[in-house]
């Protein structure tokens, strides 16, 4: 079994926000990524067939303008992993929900179900909330502060398990947020949960994390800062006696020689970059969101264009495994990957750069 929460491997990998066009490269160049549904069964395919270990969607309502409208043609997260687990036969897919949008117990019933296809490979990325304009496009008010966020989360959260877990009957439920009579929940997931993912970045977002998530990424953009990070995020979690798997986020672009790889780089990532798309996103991240230290975004405006402020892995083979380690060796449980073209490019990433993680004993 490739699924994530079966797998050995010291480094597990998964593909993020394939389900979005253009991905994560905020570029205007003709070959960045259709999220066709096709292209999307096509790479989903490829990835369970190479043992990756997770599909991670990004769920996305509107788009962030500039000359791409970059991420505006989004396939909906919850019927795509539907799609998705029903033909792909061992990798874990994702689900993303906003706990402002949807129902605790509609989406309970929604992630059970999708369990049920994929015979226990369904998981969900909790996002509390943090992209204003989604909130007022969909007539919902994003609360200000990110502790009412999260009490929100929180709240939505235990209702879901609540629901996964309730076999007396009919449950009542009196909360802060929701007053719910006569709960009645099934089917169940496969194996009473799911596996959650979370990427809260803020004091409250590591909090949530560190109680509820199995799993949570997190943008590393230096070794030794994150590896600080990422020890502390463990003990955290350890002390509510918990395990937390911490992801690292990243952007491929793999050739056989550095200089291919550079060029290839810069050519998308700064002579076709989308700037105005790559400001947008910083505006809003400043403004209301705290995934990313604000002293450090203005930093990463490149990385922005080049894979959404992840980590580049931009190189050869050999040079891009080199990177992954060092992922591993300050705490890292895996990454989560994108590229330009998913479906183009991953299968010289399997051919050339899984190998030789399987030669370093991270991937059996």
Not at 46 to 62: H, M, N, T
Not at 75 to 82: F, P
Not at 212 to 232: C, G, Q
Not at 307 to 324: F, I, K, Q, Y
Request: charged content about 25%; some cysteine; proline content about 4%.
């Amino acid at each position: 079994m490739s699924a994530l929460r079966d797998s050995n491997n010291k480094l597990k990998l998964g593909i993020f926000s394939a389900n979005c066009s253009s991905g994560q490269a905020m570029t205007k160049i003709e070959e960045r990524w259709d999220s066709s549904w096709d292209n999307n069964l096509k790479q989903a395919q490829l990835s369970d067939e190479a043992g990756l270990e997770f599909q991670l969607p990004i769920a996305r309502w509107i788009g962030y303008g500039g000359a791409t409208n970059f991420q505006h043609n989004v396939l909906e997260t919850l019927t795509w992993a539907a799609g998705l687990l029903a033909q792909t036969k061992n990798i874990t897919i994702f689900a993303t929900t906003h706990t402002g949008f949807h129902n605790p117990v509609i989406a309970a019933k929604q992630l059970a179900t999708l369990d049920q296809i994929g015979h226990g490979r369904a998981g969900v990325n909790i996002v509390c909330g943090w992209n204003k304009p989604e909130y007022e496009a969909l007539g919902f008010k994003l609360p200000d502060d990110h502790e009412t966020r999260y009490r929100l989360g929180q709240e939505w959260y235990d209702i879901v398990k609540k629901c996964w877990s309730e076999s007396d009957g009919d449950f009542d439920w009196d909360g802060e947020f929701y007053q719910l009579k006569g709960v009645h929940s099934y089917p169940k997931p496969v194996n009473g949960i799911i596996p959650v993912f979370n990427a809260g970045g803020s004091r409250e977002g590591k909090a949530f994390a560190t109680r509820n998530a199995n799993y949570l990424f997190t943008p590393v953009i230096e070794h030794e800062k994150s590896r600080t990070d990422i020890r502390e995020l463990k003990q955290q979690a350890g002390a509510l006696g918990r395990e937390v798997g911490v992801f690292a986020l990243t952007y491929v672009v793999c050739r056989p020689t550095q200089k291919e790889a550079d060029d290839f780089h810069d050519w998308y990532a700064r002579d076709n970059a989308d700037w105005t798309a790559v400001d947008r996103v910083i505006e809003l991240m400043f403004a209301n969101a705290e995934s990313f230290p604000k002293d450090v975004i203005k930093m990463l405006r490149e990385r922005m264009a080049g894979g959404h402020g992840g980590m580049p892995l931009v190189g050869t083979p050999d040079n891009v495994v080199a990177e992954l380690e060092k992922l591993h060796e300050i705490g890292c449980a895996g990454a989560t990957l994108s590229f330009v073209d998913f479906a183009g490019e991953f299968p010289y990433f399997r051919d050339e750069v899984l190998p030789r993680l399987e030669e370093k004993g991270l991937r059996g």
